[in-house]
Antibody, heavy 118, light 107 residues
Framework: QVTLKESGPGILQPSHTLSLTCSFS??????????VSWIRQPSGKGLEWLAS???????YNNPSLKSRLTVSKDTSNNQAFLKVTSVDTADTATYYC??????????WGQGVMVTVSS | DIQMTQSPASLSASLGETVTIECLAS??????LAWYQQKPGKSPQLLIY???SLNDGVPSRFSGSGSGTQYSLKINSLQSEDVSIYFC?????????FGGGTKLELK
């Protein structure tokens, strides 16, 4: 059974760095074809893919966020991480991590709400 | 980026009715399309992948079809638990992109 759970700071100030953790079970990020993606959703709005990390360490970021994103993993502890630098109010959203095997995002975490506010 | 346009943005239907949601891609995505259901206050759940493959555990009243740039999600015999927002998503080219969503309500 695949499960994922996001954790993060809840609230942070503009210009700071957002650090999120995705803790998962039921699969390994060292297994061929496995990936974890990060997707966010501002309240009442649509979904935006942010980044993905794959079993082989390859990472892909959404160019719309330029170089603000860093995604990494700790295979031994079944965790994936997302850092977003220089946050502002536009980064306020629910952030999800999701398992992907290239066909779709087939398992999602419950999401963690992040508010950027001074 | 490939743009995904969903229609309608909102939809009101009666129990037992059949509803169809459309998704138009800005270029050919070769059936690399998924549909998700998001119930209020919950995370999205995968319904359909590769345009017409039903995800495990999804009721058979849901079906997907389409090719090229045009895709659709059909819900037969609408149930109360189908009240949700539905999103399409292309997985053909990076970055993966989502449609704006269709809010389905009961009439």
């Amino acid at each position: 059974q695949v499960t994922l759970k996001e954790s993060g700071p809840g609230i942070l100030q503009p210009s700071h760095t957002l650090s999120l953790t995705c803790s998962f079970s039921g699969f390994s990020l060292s297994t061929y074809g496995m990936g974890v993606s990060w997707i966010r959703q501002p309240s009442g709005k649509g979904l935006e893919w942010l980044a993905s990390i794959w079993w082989n360490g390859n990472t892909y970021n959404n160019p719309s966020l330029k170089s603000r994103l860093t995604v990494s993993k700790d295979t031994s502890n079944n965790q994936a991480f997302l850092k977003v630098t220089s946050v502002d109010t536009a980064d306020t959203a629910t952030y999800y991590c999701a398992h992907t095997d290239r066909t779709a995002f087939d398992y999602w975490g419950q999401g963690v709400m992040v508010t950027v506010s001074s | 980026d490939i743009q995904m346009t969903q229609s309608p943005a909102s939809l009101s239907a009666s129990l037992g009715e059949t509803v169809t949601i459309e998704c138009l891609a800005s270029e050919d995505i070769y059936s690399n399309l998924a549909w998700y259901q998001q119930k209020p206050g919950k995370s999205p759940q995968l319904l359909i992948y590769y345009a017409n493959s039903l995800n495990d555990g999804v009721p058979s009243r849901f079906s997907g079809s389409g090719s090229g740039t045009q895709y659709s999600l059909k819900i037969n015999s609408l149930q109360s638990e189908d009240v949700s927002i539905y999103f399409c998503q292309q997985n053909y080219d990076s970055p993966p992109t989502f449609g704006g969503g269709t809010k389905l309500e009961l009439k």
